[in-house]
């Protein structure tokens, strides 16, 4: 009930701008070897909202996804999730003990591959979306969250104009639903689907936040020297 809401909310009150910085007629530009807070990777995160930026083309929609799966903080996420899942006794219901931990982290691994492959490269493909996350970058606090949280539900297009996040919010749904193929089938109801679903939604919201306010370190050595 609440996500129709704020969605509503994200486009009937507006960020400060509602243009992103792409410039389509900028040569192809390779995703950069950052990172956000030392863990996650930054070639996500378009850090300087004044300074324009080519349009990502579709390999590189796909090469995000499979350089977050291939990315340490990959193995770091995957065992964040299965331990919360774990203590909270939140997810599919594997019993407890080393094994049922072990479960937890396969099936959180095969969740956020899939999350990834969708939201970042096959459906901002077909919608003709950027899934990377433009940073407001200034401003009061509140009005800086509002972003983060609105850039859940309003994304850009590739050419740089306001357009519904697809890649969220259907591939949120796809992966979840995709997920009940190898979780337990006492997990596979619908109130545990849009209870996971829901909790994509937070995750990348949280995500957005540390993207927002969390320094981009400098790009690795191997990449400066190119």
């Known amino acids: 009930m609440w996500l129709p809401i704020l969605c509503v909310f994200a486009f009937v009150f507006p960020a400060a701008f509602a243009?992103?910085?792409i410039e389509p007629s900028l040569p192809e530009a390779p995703?950069?070897?950052s990172r956000v807070l030392f863990l996650f990777p930054g070639f996500e995160t378009v850090q300087d909202p004044n300074i324009p930026v080519a349009t990502l083309r579709v390999p590189q929609k796909f090469e995000m996804a499979w350089r977050k799966v291939l990315?340490?903080?990959f193995l770091v996420e995957s065992a964040m999730f299965a331990g919360f899942d774990q203590l909270a006794g939140y997810g599919p219901r594997y019993g407890s003990g080393p094994g049922s931990f072990a479960q937890r982290f396969g099936y959180n691994a095969g969740n956020l591959a899939s999350t990834f492959?969708?939201?970042d490269g096959v459906l901002p493909t077909l919608f003709h979306?950027?899934?990377r996350?433009?940073?407001k970058g200034e401003g009061p606090f509140?009005?800086?969250v509002w972003w983060a949280l609105r850039s859940e539900f309003v994304a850009f297009s590739d050419q740089g104009?306001?357009?519904p996040n697809y890649a969220n919010m259907i591939g949120f749904g796809m992966s979840t639903a995709l997920s009940n193929a190898y979780s337990p089938a006492s997990s596979n109801n619908f109130d545990s689907t849009m209870e996971r679903y829901g909790i994509k939604i937070g995750f990348s919201f949280a995500l957005n936040v540390m993207r927002e306010f969390g320094g981009i370190s400098k790009p690795e050595k191997h990449q400066r020297e190119r």
Do not use: E, G, K, N
């Open 142 to 144: 509140a009005s800086r």
């Open 129 to 131: 979306q950027d899934p």
């Open 19 to 21: 243009q992103a910085p």
């Open 117 to 119: 492959f969708f939201t």
């Open 133 to 135: 996350y433009f940073r």
């Open 31 to 33: 995703l950069p070897h």
């Open 161 to 163: 104009t306001q357009m």
């Open 71 to 73: 990315d340490p903080s």
